[in-house]
């Protein structure tokens, strides 16, 4: 009778087993099946905000193309006029580049004024061009300056992507490679001349320890030869001996 019990309870364990994997499983495919729509959903939504969010970089890049932002500029103008006057002076000078009112579109410093504050810093000068070439130019210029300093406008995620790449930058130029950052990448040219430089070094180094390799049996045969002279003498010296000995 109690086998007949034991057997009967593992079958009941067995089938209550098998139901619950059999409930677990259809619970999950229910699960799966109404999840899935809402999965591809997501993914459609993520992707869509990936090329929203690509799509206003772009617009962002487009709209600062022609724009540069000259730092260290003494503020004293009270006016949008002077200040164009004061920027136009400033690069026919020091640049040698003339440039008229209509090559700018809009121009303003950026952050807020310091009036009242007697250690005010001096704000930075952003400048919108109506032309590419003429930004081209003035950026081609621009170490011509002493006191001031030109660069171009860029986003706070350019920027800091740009910060990022700087260890990079100065390890590559360090190697001795040509490099430099355009927008937010890391154009890398190897420098063909320190390349060539080093192939030279290591094929000169070879020939010269088979030079060395080839000096060093001439000198021991030098030696030898001496050596050779010296028992020579050696022998010559005790023969006369010998016979001044038996002649005496």
Not at 76 to 104: C, H, M, Q, R, W
Request: hydrophobic share 30%.
């Amino acid at each position: 009778m109690e086998e007949q019990f034991q057997l009967l309870f593992d079958k009941m364990k067995i089938e209550m087993k098998n139901q619950s994997e059999s409930i677990t499983n259809t619970i999950m495919n229910k699960m799966d099946e109404k999840l899935k729509p809402i999965l591809e959903e997501n993914k459609y939504l993520k992707l869509k905000v990936e090329n929203l969010e690509k799509k206003i970089e772009i617009l962002e890049r487009d709209k600062k193309t022609n724009n540069i932002i000259i730092h260290g500029l003494t503020e004293d103008e009270k006016s949008t006029p002077e200040l164009i006057d004061k920027v136009k002076d400033t690069i026919t000078k020091e640049l040698g580049i003339a440039i008229e009112n209509y090559e700018f579109n809009k121009i303003y410093r950026i952050g807020k004024t310091n009036k009242g504050n007697p250690t005010k810093v001096i704000r930075p000068i952003l400048i919108c061009l109506t032309t590419g070439w003429k930004k081209a130019e003035i950026l081609k210029n621009k170490r011509k300056l002493k006191a001031l300093h030109i660069t171009e406008d860029y986003s706070k995620e350019t920027l800091e992507k740009r910060k990022a790449l700087l260890p990079q930058l100065m390890e590559e130029r360090r190697k001795g490679n040509f490099a430099y950052l355009k927008y937010d990448k890391l154009i890398i040219k190897e420098n063909k001349y320190v390349k060539d430089s080093r192939k030279r070094e290591l094929s000169i180094s070879p020939q010269t320890n088979s030079q060395s390799k080839k000096i060093q049996p001439s000198t021991t045969a030098k030696n030898n030869r001496t050596n050779a002279f010296d028992l020579m003498r050696g022998r010559s010296n005790s023969f006369t001996t010998l016979t001044t000995g038996q002649k005496q």
